[in-house]
């Protein structure tokens, strides 16, 4: 495992935006106490910007845990504009739905509880695709879902640096040759231009260019 | 001065696009022999995939030695952007305009020499304003360029964690205090959304929400 960004840096950027936000804190909450992964702040942020840009209709998350991530995509929506959330666990989603109706977001939301790959294969012209789920499947997510994107739609990966064990192996993560073959993948498709971010633990961002 | 993000990450993700590209290149060599700072590949495919998603019609640069990032943009531009060029050294913007010529870019650029703030003021409706000046004018140029923004603009500011002084001083390099200062203004703005990302020397970005 290789320390990507230096933690005192880290610390610098969270501090300059110190929001403060009940839903937040609950949901980060959680994820200390069930130990489910979630992306971070920094994380967040970003996403919320890009969303604010790009101005998507359609948002379409591969493995959305509790909301996480779903919740900072949903905050950077118009009036138009929608994220399907999807899981394995209903528990999970369930978790989701209250957190949106707590927040007056439920109407930007769709909860799906299943294989994520079959529910995203379900929609077209998605905007905004948001690929979180179990690392091993990267490569078949991004291959199931490359026909149901918009045109200038945008690829979200997160995880794309799996603790840095895209240099350096490390027993503690399996799935490494996933992610690189992933990675791979979306910098060779001349339909895209790509590049990874190192924030936490590494944010593929692939533009597609028609 | 801190290491930002780890090498390894850094070589990882640069070899995934390996662009073989005279004219960066030559811009790369020439920064090395003059020692003028230039952005890395990484940090100019970022701004490139922000500009493709952005589609301005206005790029007004703060600071282009000769002009490698600027390149970045004007190639992302489609035929309606054109992108500003200001630097105090008729040498640098007399390469840039040979390099652009080369590139077949010319008539998506303005090649000016000058005082970037004075000449910047000069233009109204900015889509996206890229920072680089001398980071001691970091907190003016903002200041100048405020009104100067188009609705929805995109600021970029390059050397945002200026080689992490931001939160560890280093005699080596002077100005960490205006960087703060830059930042934080950045940040406690309601009408701009913030982030900074650790690529490389760090960039900021704001999104102007209307």
Do not use: C
């Given at each position: ?17 110190p929001e403060?936000?009940?839903i ?34 359609l948002v379409?998350?591969?493995?959305s ?16 504009g ?54 091993y499947?990267y ?8 026909p ?51 924030l ?11």
């Amino acid at each position: 495992m290789i320390t990507i960004t230096d933690p005192r840096i880290e610390s610098y950027i969270l501090g300059l935006a110190p929001e403060e936000n009940p839903i937040l804190d609950a949901m980060e909450e959680r994820a200390r106490e069930t130990g489910v992964p979630i992306i971070d702040r920094q994380v967040g942020r970003l996403l919320h910007l890009l969303t604010r840009m790009k101005k998507p209709d359609l948002v379409v998350e591969l493995g959305s845990g509790f909301g996480y991530s779903s919740y900072w995509f949903a905050r950077a929506l118009g009036n138009q504009g929608r994220v399907v959330l999807t899981d394995f666990s209903e528990r999970h989603i369930n978790y989701a739905r209250k957190t949106f109706n707590e927040a007056g977001l439920s109407e930007r939301a769709e909860f799906r509880v299943g294989d994520a790959l079959r529910i995203g294969a379900e929609y077209d012209n998605v905007d905004v695709l948001f690929i979180d789920v179990d690392k091993y499947m990267y490569p078949e997510a991004i291959s199931v879902m490359l026909p149901k994107l918009a045109d200038n739609a945008l690829v979200i990966a997160d995880n794309a640096l799996w603790h840095g064990t895209v240099v350096e192996e490390d027993p503690q993560y399996e799935n490494s040759g996933a992610i690189r073959q992933f990675n791979e993948f979306m910098f060779s498709r001349r339909d895209f231009f790509t590049t990874i971010v190192p924030l936490r633990d590494g944010v593929l961002l692939a533009y597609k260019l028609s």
